[in-house]
């Protein structure tokens, strides 16, 4: 073999072991990991249009089907059965084998939850057997198919119909919107798979340089390895660092962009709503309340409609003024029975809002792997030449 064959050979070799733990691997976690929180939060969202547990679907005669409850933790039996109450009813459930997620905790005298809240941290998630214990009065929130057996009714985990099991600490009224909004994580290239394949990747190069570097004519192939060895703290390098801090900052803008989109979604969800939203009033929700909409040109009109309503807007909104319409959602004669059906008013058509968050979020994503594969590539450029230069 021709030495610009073997030097090829290295090469590929190099770009191989780059690609594989610094690329596919990763990324392929990033993938699992946007997946897992986008089915949470549709789970969530699904978990809306099903009927409140209640006294007379436990007892009545068809007292199966797929339901929500919010309860309170009652007793645990045996190792992993949870009994679970609130005032009119109480179930089991089964949480073997069970993911459980943790909602991270919010200030219950916080204002700003009744608003846009971004929290950086996201819901744990866990399994049964790895939870001490639970104090008594613990608040969960499950959804999913409730079955009778010996007499009893139960929430039954299965393939079709899986439990989504969530603890949380906050209001009813705002569990909703603080699961959706916490529900993503950070950043989805950080992921469970992303530490172990960065430090292998990096010994691999350097033990790669180290072999390289003892050969005749390698210099060159052999700073390439080193080089690619560094590629973790590549980025936290001057001068390509001002990219990075660039990317991490258009990044956390689209971030916020998806959570807004979602959290308007979240009226539009009960309506079916597919298009624009001008001629829907009313739906009637799976308890049985009457869910509405209505829409006003004046601000004090809007909020005069219900009681503790809560304003819900986008970063994408320009200042109102007088002429803007208002999109108002409530239960019929201010009902607060349903912790789901939100009292909202939101500046401007919500739909065309998510969409306009969507394409924005896409945008400021874009631009910030832009930015940082510059910062990336500036900083590799400069490394080989110095480290060649000096081998030289």
């Known amino acids: 073999m021709t030495l610009q064959a073997v030097v090829y050979q290295h090469i590929f070799n190099i770009i191989l072991i780059t690609l594989l733990f610094y690329g596919i691997v990763p990324v392929a976690g990033a993938f699992f990991a946007r997946n897992r929180w986008r089915r949470f939060r549709t789970s969530l969202m699904q978990a809306s249009l099903r009927p409140s547990l209640s006294y007379k679907a436990v007892h009545g005669i068809d007292n199966t089907g797929l339901y929500r409850f919010f309860g309170s933790l009652q007793a645990i039996q045996d190792d992993n059965i949870l009994w679970i109450a609130n005032s009119d009813v109480s179930v089991s459930l089964d949480l073997e084998g069970l993911p459980i997620y943790i909602l991270p905790s919010v200030n219950k005298e916080d204002s700003s939850l009744k608003s846009n809240i971004y929290p950086d941290e996201s819901p744990k998630r866990t399994y049964w057997n790895s939870l001490f214990s639970l104090p008594e009065k613990t608040s969960i929130f499950v959804t999913g198919e409730l079955i009778s057996e010996g007499g009893r009714s139960k929430f039954k985990n299965s393939k079709e119909n899986p439990l989504l099991i969530i603890i949380y600490d906050c209001e009813k009224s705002d569990f909703y919107s603080h699961a959706i909004l916490s529900g993503r994580q950070r950043n989805e290239y950080w992921n469970v798979l992303t530490p172990g394949t960065l430090t292998a990747g990096s010994f691999s190069l350097f033990i790669y340089f180290y072999l390289l ?152 994503e874009l631009i910030a792997v832009i930015s940082f594969a510059l910062g990336f590539v500036m900083n590799l450029l400069i490394f080989i030449t110095t480290i060649t230069i000096f081998l030289l």
């Open 213 to 364: 570097i003892q050969m005749p004519y390698m210099n060159f192939v052999a700073v390439a390895a080193l080089s690619f060895s560094l590629v973790p703290v590549m980025p936290f390098i001057p001068p390509g660092l001002l990219f990075y801090y660039i990317y991490r900052h258009l990044w956390t803008k689209a971030r916020i962009l998806r959570a807004e989109r979602d959290l308007l979604k979240l009226p539009l969800n009960f309506f079916n709503e597919q298009g624009g939203i001008s001629d829907f009033k009313s739906v009637i929700l799976p308890g049985g309340s009457r869910y509405q909409c209505f829409i006003k040109n004046n601000k004090d009109k809007a909020f005069s409609l219900f009681d503790n309503i809560v304003l819900r807007t986008s970063s994408l909104k320009r200042a109102q003024d007088s002429r803007e319409e208002y999109f108002v959602f409530g239960l019929e004669n201010n009902k607060r029975n349903d912790p789901m059906a939100e009292t909202l008013v939101i500046p401007g058509n919500p739909y065309l809002l998510t969409q306009a968050s969507t394409k924005t979020a896409q945008k400021y």
